[in-house]
Antibody, heavy 123, light 112 residues
């Protein structure tokens, strides 16, 4: 079955960077886009960006442009999301999610989600 | 970006009664060439990731109980739970995937 397993919780100081991993299994890794979505405490869902795990196409939410970087490692079937210049408002649970449509169908609903990674930004 | 607006923000319904959640998009999410609405519904329980319920506005995900149904087209959509069960207490989100995805603010569903 499709599984996305994320790295553990992180505590970071303002101005630092965090890198969250998402390891995929149960399907052909390079066939489906992976998205990142975050959720601040008690708040709704915010889309952060999309990556083609096989390389090539990456798009980021305009709000995060310049601070977020998404990468992939096909040898370990893992995608990464790195967020720089952290501030308190970046405190959130970060999710990876699989887009259900096969590449090159970019915009699709999310049929599988990782368990979430809590990133806390605090001095 | 397409703005998604849900109503109400919270809802309390008696067990066995119908629950209705609305979602409106700031522009149409109907793709004319395929005649499909790029609209999904998710359920999120505390401490869990969202779970896909409905996609293409009205297609139920495998394993989702048939008391959940989706309807609507263009800019106006509805999620209906025909007979509320205790396990349906959750926050529900609509999402458009016509372009870079955006979500509604969520509707909290409780038991009356």
């Amino acid at each position: 079955q499709v599984q996305l397993v994320q790295s553990g919780a992180e505590v970071k100081k303002p101005g630092a960077s965090v890198k969250v991993s998402c390891k995929a299994s149960g399907y052909t890794f390079t066939t489906y886009y992976v998205h990142w979505v975050r959720q601040a405490p008690g708040q709704g869902l915010e889309w952060m960006g999309i990556i083609n795990p096989g390389g090539g196409s990456i798009s980021y939410a305009q709000k995060l442009q310049g601070r977020v970087t998404m990468t992939t490692d096909t040898s370990t079937r893992t995608v990464y999301m790195e967020l720089n210049s952290l501030r308190s408002e970046d405190t959130a649970v970060y999710y990876c999610a699989r887009g259900s449509g096969p590449i090159p169908s970019k915009w699709y609903f999310f049929d599988s989600w990782g368990q979430g990674t809590l990133v806390t930004v605090s001095s | 970006d397409i703005v998604m607006t849900q109503s109400p923000d919270s809802l309390a319904v008696s067990l066995g009664e119908r629950a209705t959640i609305n979602c409106k998009s700031s522009q149409s999410v109907l793709y004319s060439s395929s005649n499909k609405n790029y609209l999904a519904w998710y359920q999120q329980k505390p401490g869990q990731p969202p779970k896909l319920l409905i996609y293409w506005a009205s297609t139920r995900e495998s394993g989702v109980p048939d008391r959940f149904s989706g309807s609507g087209s263009g800019t106006d959509f509805t999620l209906t739970i025909s007979s509320l069960q205790a396990e349906d207490v959750a926050v529900y989100y609509c999402q458009q995937y016509y372009s870079s995805p955006t979500f509604g603010q969520g509707t909290r569903l409780e038991i009356k």
